[in-house]
């Protein structure tokens, strides 16, 4: 009942936040703009603008969680609207900074050590100002030039008591609205949950742009920068200072000296590497997020929203767009059932035709009109009719990829970096989805079932042992089916006793 309550005056709360913001509205019923008028006592909404831009305001006032949330949204196009979605693409994770003082006291007692003593100069002044942490630039001891990123001091509090509401509303909508369980609200609320603890946790943060690094190892057209674990603990992350160009800045790059080709070519390959190659990407790539350095390559930065994408997902993705680019409609709609994202009882050419309804208006297109990401949006648009289940890794990666063409278009609009990609693209369908994939499939299930096999034959002889010195315990209908006792039909009742003697073999068998 507390519970209930508490979480009934929060929601009154956030209610009173959208009404201000005319946010209400975006739920298409008369009674939403009559209670928004209530909840503005009759006054004007303070923002103006397109629904989304309404929501994304709203969002930023609500705090940490909300904007978090806003970002999540703005990858399910299937439920907003592509137009909605956009917006709040662009709602910017940014607040006030909170007091240097403050930060000093989190380093000192995370690490254990004075600011004098780790660092031989701290800036006050933050660089960036987001819903979790903080960035300041520093220098160390030893003189390396280093950015240090801090937790915002109560902040797991409040993404505490948000995520409570959310899995309540969540658990809510599913019990009462059964046509929405496909969208799977309270999974989608846990998986929101998960990744911000790993946000959280700025060691996981650490451990990631560690493997990110390790994954492009050798390849200096995409940097990481190194961590100093000395100076990292769960709410401090340390890591060397970059510095480059926002790869939106053109002119800027253009200024430098650098090709805008070379750059272009660069983050189609990092990108493609991250998600075919190596099933690890980062999924928080906006320009922001990443510059280019005085040879004219790459360097990302902030790493607490990454993604995975297994190898079953790769080949699923990389069969469904070749099927798309080449025509192929119908294979297309089979690896979506072979996936299991669509139910069997669906029926594949209802499938076939409404992924010709997608694939047929970008035949003919010029290649750098085509949009990937767009593309697998509108996918996901007609998952209600065929009840596929949404998939947060997808839908992560859509947004990631329209990041990542936004970025593209903005460096040379006249390109689709996609096409640059295309080798890579080639290569890895053939090594992953050609006969020698196949081949190398058979090969790996053959030996995986031989090194299993040592481990099954140590466990029939300590089951053969176990019975006979009396420490198995058979159901008497299991002795009396081994007897042939009340057997109608099935497996004959010798057949028991055959296996049996065939454990027994294998015991003695040495």
Not at 196 to 220: H, K, Q, T, V, W
Not at 389 to 411: C, D, F, H, I, Y
Not at 476 to 494: C, F, H, I, S
Request: a neutral charge.
């Amino acid at each position: 009942m507390i519970r209930a309550s508490r979480n009934l005056h929060r929601m009154l709360t956030i209610a009173r936040v959208l009404a201000r913001h005319d946010a209400l509205d975006i739920v298409d019923l008369p009674i939403a703009r009559v209670f928004a008028s209530v909840l503005r006592f009759g006054r004007k909404p303070i923002h103006a603008g397109r629904p989304g831009e309404r929501l994304a305001a709203a969002l930023t006032a609500l705090g940490p969680t909300f904007i978090k949330l806003g970002q999540a949204l703005s990858t399910r196009a299937d439920l907003l609207g592509e137009e909605m979605a956009a917006d709040l693409s662009h709602l910017q994770d940014r607040l006030a900074p909170f007091p240097a003082k403050e930060a000093r006291r989190i380093i000192e007692e995370q690490l254990g050590a004075s600011i004098d003593e780790l660092y031989a100069s701290f800036d006050d002044e933050p660089v960036a100002a987001a819903s979790i942490a903080q960035v300041h630039f520093a220098v160390t001891a030893e003189g390396r030039e280093v950015a240090v990123k801090v937790l915002r001091p109560g902040v797991e509090a409040k993404f505490a008591r948000d995520i409570e509401l959310l899995r309540w509303l969540a658990g809510w909508v599913e019990f009462t609205q059964p046509k929405l369980r496909r969208l799977r609200m309270v999974e989608s609320v846990q998986t929101f949950e998960d990744s911000i603890e790993l946000e959280m946790d700025l060691r996981f943060e650490a451990s990631a742009a560690a493997e990110l690094a390790e994954n492009f190892a050798g390849d200096d057209s995409f940097q990481v920068p190194a961590i100093d674990w000395q100076r990292t603990a769960k709410r401090v992350l340390t890591l060397e200072r970059v510095y480059g160009i926002p790869v939106d800045e053109k002119d800027a790059i253009v200024a430098a000296g650098i090709g805008l080709d070379s750059v272009l070519q660069k983050a189609a390959e990092s990108f493609f590497n991250m998600v075919f190659r190596d099933g690890f990407f980062h999924a928080d790539m906006h320009p922001g997020n990443l510059f280019v350095d005085a040879a004219g390559n790459l360097v990302a930065v902030d790493f607490g929203i990454m993604g995975r994408v297994d190898l079953r997902t790769r080949r699923f993705l990389g069969e469904m767009l070749v099927g798309f680019l080449n025509g192929n409609y119908r294979r297309v709609a089979e690896v979506h059932f072979e996936a299991g994202f669509v139910p069997a009882d669906k029926s594949v050419d209802n499938f076939t035709q409404a992924c010709r309804s997608i694939g047929e208006p970008i035949m003919g297109k010029a290649i750098n009109e085509i949009s990937i990401a767009k593309l697998l949006g509108q996918l996901f648009q007609i998952t209600e009719q065929f009840a596929m289940q949404t998939q947060p890794q997808l839908l992560m990666l859509q947004k990631s990829m329209l990041v990542a063409e936004g970025v593209g278009r903005t460096l040379d609009p006249s390109v689709n970096m996609w096409e640059l990609a295309r080798p890579l693209i080639e290569n890895w369908m053939r090594s992953n989805l050609g006969p020698q994939a196949r081949v190398k499939d058979t090969v790996f299930n053959a030996v995986a079932t031989l090194e299993r096999l040592p481990r099954m034959l140590a466990e029939t002889e300590k089951a053969y042992t176990s019975m006979m010195n009396g420490g198995l315990k058979l159901h008497p209908d299991t002795v009396k089916a081994m007897r042939g006792e009340g057997r109608r039909r099935g497996l004959p009742g010798w057949l028991p006793w055959l296996l049996v003697v065939a454990m027994g073999a294998l015991y003695w068998w040495k």
